[in-house]
């Protein structure tokens, strides 16, 4: 399995000679950029960073995404009470400087926007029932902070060298995002600090790190030259000849072709992508966003888009 990223470093200079990756690059820079003249940290041609996620999502905003997750429904779960909005933010401020919500594109702010759209997956991916369909999509989400998977350790031997994994140590799914095998728990520990190769279920003891390594994953691409799910939501990337004949374009839609391949996308459509993209449309209306702002349907769907990442040959 090929698996090449490049990593999130605290120095501009050391990231951008290890890979070329822009939109990560430049990391705080208290540099004024006369074509954002809102914005004090330069990020590359006309993106910039500035200002704090809860300048514009609060407490109540993030309650009525998830009212219910403390309810009866989930009471039978281990990790009632476990998720709050002071976890997300705590994990999301060390992230902001990076531009996770704070964004802007041509002067446009980005922010809402992603929030937006990393709680919806969030929640879809956390929610107790695999399909909600109520007025309120997330009713049931934010439920589980783990899945397990008896029938694989999800250790890739290739790794052994940098991220060996240790012995009866199972690299499943732990924190809000898809987050599986040992180099992701070793790329991930080592940016925040925090041995997750040897304690792994320090995820499944802290909310902050359950939602600090969502974010990771969502900052990241897969590979070395694709985009993260970050860089497509903001609009930053943008699509060579390969990708436009894929049908891939910046968007909701390709966030998920970023987490999830054809699990679901390429699929035509699909009741797993419908029920993301209803929760994405949900917490925008609750974020006060149009939800014209999304896009047509190529770029909020991922139905007809080619996956970067075929199942066969790569996982999140």
Not at 111 to 122: D, I, R, S, W
Not at 165 to 170: K, N, Q, V
Not at 212 to 230: C, F, G, L, T
């Amino acid at each position: 399995m090929e698996f090449k990223y490049c990593a999130l470093l605290t120095t501009a200079l050391i990231l951008v000679m290890l890979v070329n990756c822009d939109a990560l690059s430049c990391a705080k820079r208290n540099v004024y950029e006369k074509e954002c003249a809102t914005c004090h940290v330069l990020r590359g041609p006309n993106c910039c960073v500035e200002g704090a996620i809860t300048d514009y999502f609060q407490m109540d905003q993030f309650e009525k995404m998830f009212s219910n997750r403390d309810s009866l429904e989930v009471e039978s779960h281990a990790n009632k009470a476990f998720w709050d909005y002071q976890s997300f933010i705590t994990a999301s401020a060390y992230f902001q400087p990076y531009g996770f919500g704070t964004t802007y594109i041509n002067r446009k702010f980005t922010g809402t926007k992603e929030v937006a759209a990393f709680l919806a997956h969030v929640a879809t991916k956390t929610s107790c029932e695999y399909n909600v369909t109520t007025k309120e999509p997330s009713a049931s989400s934010l439920c589980y902070y783990k899945k397990t998977n008896s029938n694989s350790y999800y250790c890739d031997e290739q790794y052994k060298n940098t991220y060996p994994c240790t012995s009866g140590i199972a690299y499943y799914s732990r924190g809000a995002l898809p987050f599986y095998w040992n180099y992701n728990y070793g790329e991930a520990g080592k940016e925040l600090d925090v041995d997750l190769l040897n304690h792994p279920e320090y995820i499944e003891q802290n909310a902050t790190l359950a939602f600090q390594v969502a974010i990771w994953r969502w900052m990241m691409p897969i590979k070395e030259h694709q985009p993260s799910a970050h860089e497509v939501i903001i609009d930053y990337w943008k699509p060579n000849k390969n990708d436009t004949l894929g049908k891939r374009v910046s968007g909701f839609g390709a966030t998920m072709n970023i987490l999830y391949g054809d699990l679901v996308c390429d699929q035509g459509d699909n009741e797993s992508m419908n029920n993301i993209i209803a929760h994405y449309l949900y917490y925008l209306d609750l974020m006060g966003v149009n939800q014209e702002e999304t896009g047509p349907n190529e770029v909020l769907s991922c139905a007809k888009q080619v996956v970067f990442n075929p199942s066969s040959s790569s996982s999140p």
